[in-house]
């Protein structure tokens, strides 16, 4: 077991660029290897008869038992007085309460991840509920209200799931004749311009301009693939987050190739979201976000930018935790904005590994991302 330390200012790969640095830190990414220990028997058939209800386009199954650990500790409330500006969420009143919430998406089935065993989540939270805009099933804890003797909240969650590679075989032709077919919700919401997609004149000129004469999505999204795949250089952290940056410095890290993929689909008229997780395997447990299109045959199928092999490919070696940007959370107050929090109008950007709103209060925060054991057939 190798831990790697750092210490930096909590700022997800997708957060806005006007989001200050109001707490420090401490990140530990866990592994324990078990690269070179083979799945017993019952790992051996338990992957072999997943694999028997799939199609050919889902293959080498991977066994994974994992866990994320969140420690909120040293935590001072300041009510009544000025906070160090280094540390802080802003001053805070005599007349105001101290909150400090944190929301995480839970760990669910998607097509390429589904969960084996019942989840373990310790402490319980305080309301689980489900978005209504994407249907993730979001986790909440009043911090304030959960401290142990010790003024820490340790929040423990614990899971086993199977993955894949999925490598869709897709008809373009076919595709292009069911388009019609996609339901006009679908088409509605993943084409819109949302916060962070913005669609202007330039950026649609350029889909138009690259996407001359071809006529089915599959290509058309294959084609803008290639392009920002070809034309961003990949930096962290970008100096801003969305779009309009990705477009304007073609520079960035996975939320900005992903956000001027999305967008540039979004202008073609292919529905296309974010999904957001973790490389998730011994010796890389680091964030990471991708894209989805939509195909009216295959449905959802991923398109990751930052990948050469990324156009309808995802591997196994991903941890799914949420799909969609500004995701809705219930319990976020009105005050809570970017500036302070990571929730402004309620909405948080996407969720990886928690979402913060504080207000009155000083802590500090670890978290660890521990692949317990990794297998493969």
Request: hydrophobic share 40%; with cysteine; aromatic share 12%.
């Amino acid at each position: 077991m190798s831990p790697i330390w750092t210490i930096e200012s909590r700022v997800k790969p997708f957060l806005t660029f006007i989001r200050i640095n109001v707490f420090i830190v401490i990140i530990t990414f866990t592994s324990c290897s078990y690269q070179n220990i083979r799945p017993n028997p019952a790992e051996i058939d338990l992957m072999q008869t997943a694999l028997q209800g799939l199609s050919a386009d889902y293959s080498n199954p991977r066994l994974v038992n994992g866990k994320l650990v969140v420690i909120v500790s040293e935590i001072d409330t300041i009510l009544g007085r000025s906070p160090n500006t280094n540390n802080s969420t802003g001053d805070i009143s005599a007349d105001q309460t101290p909150f400090l919430g944190i929301w995480s998406a839970d760990i669910d089935s998607y097509p390429t991840q589904k969960l084996l065993t019942d989840k373990t989540i310790t402490p319980a939270p305080d309301m689980t509920f489900t978005d209504n805009q994407y249907g993730n099933r979001v986790l909440f804890w009043d911090v304030l209200k959960q401290l142990d003797q010790n003024n820490t909240l340790s929040i423990f969650r614990e899971f086993s799931y199977l993955t894949f590679d999925y490598r869709p075989q897709t008809d373009p032709e076919a595709e292009r004749q069911a388009w019609h077919t996609i339901p006009n919700q679908i088409l509605a919401k993943y084409t819109r311009a949302e916060p962070f997609l913005e669609q202007d004149e330039a950026l649609i000129d350029t889909v138009f301009h690259l996407l001359e004469n071809i006529s089915d999505p599959v290509s058309q999204a294959n084609v803008l693939y290639d392009w920002v795949q070809s034309s961003m250089t990949y930096i962290y952290p970008p100096e801003e987050r969305g779009v309009q940056n990705a477009f304007a410095t073609l520079q960035g890290d996975c939320g900005q190739y992903s956000a001027l993929f999305i967008t540039m689909a979004r202008i073609a008229g292919i529905p296309a979201r974010q999904q957001s997780g973790f490389n998730f395997y011994p010796g890389n447990t680091g964030a990471h976000v991708w894209s989805e299109i939509y195909l009216p045959i295959k449905g959802w199928v991923p398109v990751d930018a930052t990948r050469e092999d990324g156009f309808l490919h995802l591997d196994n070696r991903r941890l799914i935790t949420s799909v969609g940007l500004n995701i809705p959370l219930e319990l976020a107050p009105d005050w809570a904005t970017f500036t302070n929090s990571e929730v402004e109008n309620g909405r948080t950007d996407f969720m990886q590994m928690f979402t913060l709103v504080s207000r009155g209060v000083l802590a500090n925060y670890r978290t660890e991302r521990i692949v317990i054991r990794s297998v493969e057939l």
